[in-house]
């Protein structure tokens, strides 16, 4: 690793000034991806801003809309036991990496990565969330903009997410056992307005919603709906875990599978 | 340099550090504790597994400066003080859940991790709650009957000696 400072604000007012006071400075929430990056010197911060000092982004509460919201610098493990209102992204949460994984990682953390075969982006583009930062709410339709790229401008933080709480839902992985991350990962959502589709692993443009399934869905939610529906393998991530065709023919297995699972 | 102030098994632990200094370089190279090992680069391995506040965390991915005030528990504290072995320790002993030991300081945090929340997990919690610590020796078949003993649970059932 470079050399670099830390700094471990106690309020998120104190945190963004931190944050803008260089160009080269970045906000630390739980390492579980910036650290390794650290490691192999892809990043070169002059200052970490650590969040995980400002209690006020830490923890899960109920909106007076009935949404789960969910403060940026909470744990996957907190997710996993405290989302119980929502269990399809409690589950989600619960299965991210392994358990020490799960007790640094944070919400706001995935989210701002937006790695493409992360789990939370499929959540929070399938549950239609509302991604809040230090200065305005970003509709997840608009936050996800390509591979690790976000509507994030620089020196924001992510604050708090609020997920409105389906009838049903579920999220079916396809785990990459060396890396566990999702080779394929969707995530479905019956909504009273209707149902939503998030894919993520697959996509070389990052997470997506599958809008053919989520129309098919939406007249009729179950598996058989899919029949006849599938993805191209063109724009899908081709490496050494599987071609593109293979996860396009993934998306359509799991999206049956978190189909059925929803029940 | 900044300090950074802990309890580490029980005692105070002051030094200073750097920005980038990982908890487990404070833990081996100031505090001489070299239980706690470092098999990866990757985050991926799991020996440099130690409790913080009571969870369990990869040290070699935490910042010692994220560590302040905290209440740190490594392998060296896991005995009592005149070298009798905890449970989980004798365990992995009796059953021989270990061949080279480089993975065991992480294997036997990330199990009593997983005891103090699930006191008695079947030997699938026990394989999922184990997936973040690689053991390039045992098959891990041992390792597990180990933990299945540590929590008073008869291994006889799990078969292959
Ligand atoms: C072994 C292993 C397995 C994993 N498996 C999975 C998996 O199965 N699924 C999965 O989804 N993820 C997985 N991860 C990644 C993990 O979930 C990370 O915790 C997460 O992606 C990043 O969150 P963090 O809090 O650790 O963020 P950090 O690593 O601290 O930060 C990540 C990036 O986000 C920025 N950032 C952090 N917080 C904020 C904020 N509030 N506002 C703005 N920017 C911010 C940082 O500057 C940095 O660029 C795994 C990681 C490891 C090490
Ligand atoms: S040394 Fe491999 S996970 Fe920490
Ligand atoms: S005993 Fe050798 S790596 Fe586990």
Redesign the interface.
């Known amino acids: 690793?470079?050399?670099?400072?830390?700094e471990?604000p106690t309020t998120v007012a104190d945190a963004v000034k931190l944050l803008v006071a260089s160009e080269e400075n970045q906000p630390?929430s739980g390492?579980?991806t910036l650290?390794?990056t650290?490691?192999?010197r892809l990043a070169s911060p002059e200052?970490?801003i650590?969040l995980?000092g400002i209690d006020e982004i830490k923890g899960i509460c109920e909106d007076d809309s009935g949404r789960i919201c969910i403060g940026a610098a909470t744990t996957h493990?907190e997710v996993a036991s405290g989302a119980g209102k929502y269990p399809a992204l409690a589950a989600l949460a619960s299965h991210i990496?392994?358990?020490?994984?799960r007790?640094?990682g944070t919400i706001g953390g995935s989210l701002a990565n937006n790695d493409p075969s992360a789990c939370y982006p499929a959540a929070a583009l399938g549950s239609g969330a509302v991604i809040v930062t230090n200065s305005r709410d970003i509709a997840a339709d608009d936050y996800f903009q390509g591979m690790f790229t976000t509507a994030l401008e620089p020196g924001e933080i992510i604050t708090e997410v609020k997920f409105p709480v389906p009838q049903k839902a579920a999220y079916m992985k396809f785990e990459q056992p060396?890396?566990?991350f999702a080779l394929v990962g969707v995530f479905v959502a019956q909504y009273e307005g209707g149902v939503r589709v998030a894919v993520t692993g697959a996509s070389e443009e990052g997470v997506f919603r599958w809008s053919e399934a989520e129309a098919a869905l939406s007249s009729d939610f179950s598996a058989s709906a899919l029949e006849g529906l599938s993805l191209p393998g063109d724009g899908m991530i081709s490496d050494m875990h599987g071609s593109g065709d293979y996860r396009a023919h993934l998306v359509a297995v799991m999206t049956r599978r978190a189909v059925t699972a929803a029940g | 340099m900044p300090q950074v102030s802990m309890t580490v098994n029980g005692k105070p632990a002051t030094g200073q550090i750097e920005g980038r200094t990982l908890l487990v370089d404070f833990i081996r190279e100031t505090l001489n504790l070299t239980g706690t090992h470092v098999g990866c680069d990757t985050s991926q391995c799991g020996a440099c597994v130690v409790h913080v506040n009571g969870k369990a965390v990869k040290s070699c991915t935490m910042f010692a400066a994220e560590a302040e005030g905290a209440d740190v528990l490594t392998i060296e504290g896991v005995a009592a003080p005149d070298g009798t072995l905890d449970t989980v320790q004798q365990a992995f002993h009796e059953h021989h859940g270990l061949q080279c030991g480089f993975c065991t300081p992480g294997m036997v945090m990330s199990a009593k991790a997983l005891l103090a929340e699930n006191p008695t997990p079947t030997e699938a919690e026990i394989r999922d709650y184990l997936e973040g610590n690689i053991c390039r020796c045992t098959g891990y078949h041992n390792i597990v009957k180990a933990i299945m003993a540590a929590s008073g649970q008869d291994v006889s059932k799990i078969a292959a000696e």
């Open positions: 690793m470079y050399a670099f400072d830390i471990r630390l390492g579980q650290i390794p650290l490691k192999q200052t970490l650590s995980t493990a990496g392994d358990p020490a994984v007790n640094r060396a890396s566990r």
